[in-house]
């Protein structure tokens, strides 16, 4: 029986609407009052959520289940379990750090390759994700949301002036996002690519000298081959999080003297500056793709 099954069936049941208020029963049917419906609260189960079930168990490791607006089920973790993902979180940006030389190495001799081979062209996405930390994008959301990124890329979002290769095209929730790359290698290849017809820019030529379309899946393949570990496309971007929030809290610098309200409004503009350029929400930025040590290393100073 799955999280979902278990609280749907045996957890605390979420009932009424949004704008005239929620109450809170129990599988047999008892209403939730007191200690239990202070804990209920203290969670934030999102308003919009549906079918939401919540865990009797105060130390349960899923607390809350229920589906958002676009019908995905998504999940509320005890606090022990989010701290724990966390410093794992942690820990694998160092990790992810200290292959980054391997992985420079390995793509910079793929690029020095004859034609539209595998490697080269996979050397090129992995360069542009190493510099502008892009989504690696779907076809599911190209084509149902009209949102793109680095492998659904199609002609019109990319222009190639000399060594610059900028990029022009909706990401995520439509948001316009705008990069610009200067680098002679990939500058070459997008080129190339842009030569051969088809509907989308990245592609490489197979065994077959078939051309195929780099996906998602192929990105992540090459990776795990040039860092030598189950790394993702979306670690790039973690690790671009992380690093762009911590150089500018440097920036602002720590006076020992200066009251924590006015470092929290530091962090909040470090991240809001870090949203910018990942083209995130300050909030899903702030969750999904900055280590949490570096926020509360300069909060507590």
């Not at 081979?117 to 542009?128: D, F, N, Q, T």
Request: glycine content about 8%; some cysteine.
């Amino acid at each position: 029986m799955t999280n979902i099954e278990r609280l749907q069936t045996a957890g605390i049941r979420r009932l009424g609407k949004p704008d005239r208020g929620f109450r809170y029963v129990t599988a047999a049917g008892k209403k939730m009052t007191g200690a239990d419906l202070e804990r209920i609260n203290q969670l934030r189960i999102p308003p919009a959520w549906t079918e939401v079930a919540i865990n009797a168990s105060p130390n349960g490791r899923v607390q809350a289940v229920g589906k958002d607006v676009a019908g995905r089920w998504q999940y509320l973790y005890h606090e022990s379990h989010t701290r724990r993902q966390e410093l794992r979180k942690f820990q694998r940006v160092i990790k992810f750090a200290e292959a980054l030389p391997k992985m420079r190495a390995t793509v910079r001799r793929h690029l020095k390759q004859p034609g539209l081979g595998r490697e080269r062209v996979l050397a090129s996405v992995l360069r542009i994700l190493s510099t502008c930390f892009m989504r690696p994008g779907s076809q599911v959301y190209a084509s149902e949301h009209g949102s793109y990124g680095i492998a659904t890329l199609r002609p019109k979002h990319v222009k190639v002036k000399g060594d610059t290769i900028e990029f022009h095209f909706p990401g995520k929730s439509g948001v316009r996002q705008y990069r610009i790359v200067s680098d002679r290698e990939v500058a070459r290849v997008i080129r190339q690519m842009l030569k051969v017809p088809a509907r989308e820019v990245f592609k490489y030529q197979n065994d077959d000298a078939e051309y195929v379309d780099v996906k998602r899946r192929h990105i992540n393949e090459y990776i795990k081959e040039v860092m030598g570990s189950n790394f993702s496309a979306k670690d790039f971007r973690i690790w671009a999080g992380t690093l762009i929030c911590a150089c500018a809290l440097a920036r602002e610098g720590i006076d020992v003297t200066e009251r924590r309200p006015l470092r929290k409004r530091k962090v909040v503009q470090a991240v809001k500056e870090t949203a910018r350029v990942l083209g995130n929400t300050p909030a899903v930025c702030r969750s999904s793709y900055i280590c949490p040590e570096v926020v509360d290393g300069f909060e507590h100073g």
